[in-house]
C-alpha cells in the first residue's frame, strides 16, 4: 500500500495506520513530499508550504515506485486530503495499482462563495509581482495549526488523544511543523483541482471515507466525484472530521478494517 499523506504531513504520523494494516497482511509505504516532513523545504522560511508545481508531488511520487518497486504486488494507493489529489491523478495516469481508498481527499478546497474569486486574484498578483512564497491573509501564517488550534475547535478530529500524540510529535520534533501554504501553493493547487474536476474515472475499484461534519475539504466535490465512479464506494462517517484515520481507537479499528477488507477483496 502507497501511503500519500495530506499537506503538513509527515510519515511518522501514520505508524498506528501502517500498525493496523500490517495485521491485515499488508505492507505500507509512505513519503514525506517535497517541502514538508523532514523532505527539504523549497524557500528560506521552512513553516511555508510551498511547491514550484503541482505536478512536482507526481514527480515525488515517481521516486516513491522507484524506491518500492520491489514490493510485492498488488499495489493499492491511500491518498489522504492533498495525497488524495495526488492519488487522483496518479490512478489516472498510471495502470500500476488495483484498487485505491481515499480520505477526505481534497477534491475541492472550502471556502466561501465570496472568497473564492478574491482568493484567485490574490495567488494571481502575488504571482505577477515575485511574492507567491508569502502567506494568504487569514491563514496560520507561519505557526502550525495543531500547535495553535485547541482541541475543542479544531477541524482534524473528534479525539483529544490523537490530537495530543501529534502535537507531542511535534513538540519532540519540531523540524516536521509546517504553517499555512504559501500563495503559490494556493494558486498551483485550485489549477490542480479545476483540472481534476474534468478528468475521466479511472477504471478501478475506490472507495473514499469523509466524515459528516467534513469542513477542510468540499464535501459537494467527493459527492459528485464517487457519484459517477461505477465501481466505487462512498463511505460518510457520521460525526466525523477530516482525519478519520485519526479519530478514537473503536473508529480507527473498524475503518482500517474497512479499507483492507476494500483492499483484500478488489
Known sequence: MFLLPGRTEYVEKYSLVATEFAKHG?????????????????????????????????LDFDALLEHGGGMPKPWFVLGHSMGGAIGLRAITERSDFK???????????????LMKPVMWSLCWLARAFGVDQLYPPTT???????????????????AADMYQLMRDQLSAHPELQLGAPSFR???????????????????????????????????????????????GTLHIEPGGK?????????????????????????
Open 140 to 158: 496560520t501564517g507561519a505557526k502550525s495549526y495543531i500547535m495553535t488550534e485547541p482541541f475543542e475547535t479544531n477541524g482534524l478530529t473528534r
Open 99 to 113: 484498487a485505491a481508498v481515499f480520505s477526505g481527499p481534497m477534491w475541492g478546497i472550502q471556502t466561501s462563495a
Open 185 to 231: 501553493w494556493l494558486y498551483e493547487a485550485l489549477l490542480e483541482i479545476r483540472e481534476l474536476v474534468s478528468s475521466p474515472v479511472p477504471n478501478l475499484p475506490c472507495l473514499t471515507i469523509m466524515g459528516s461534519e467534513e469542513g477542510i475539504i468540499r464535501q459537494d466535490r467527493v459527492k459528485a466525484r464517487m457519484a459517477n465512479w461505477p465501481n
Open 26 to 58: 499488508l505492507s505500507s509505504l509512505a513519503i514525506d513530499w517535497r517541502g514538508q516532513g523532514i523532505a527539504d523545504r523549497l524557500v528560506k522560511d521552512p513553516m511555508s508550504g510551498h511547491v514550484g508545481h503541482f505536478s512536482d508531488y507526481q
Open 242 to 266: 477530516h482525519e478519520l484515520l485519526m479519530e478514537d481507537e473503536a473508529t480507527r479499528l473498524r475503518i482500517s478494517h474497512m479499507l483492507a477488507e476494500h483492499y483484500l477483496n478488489a
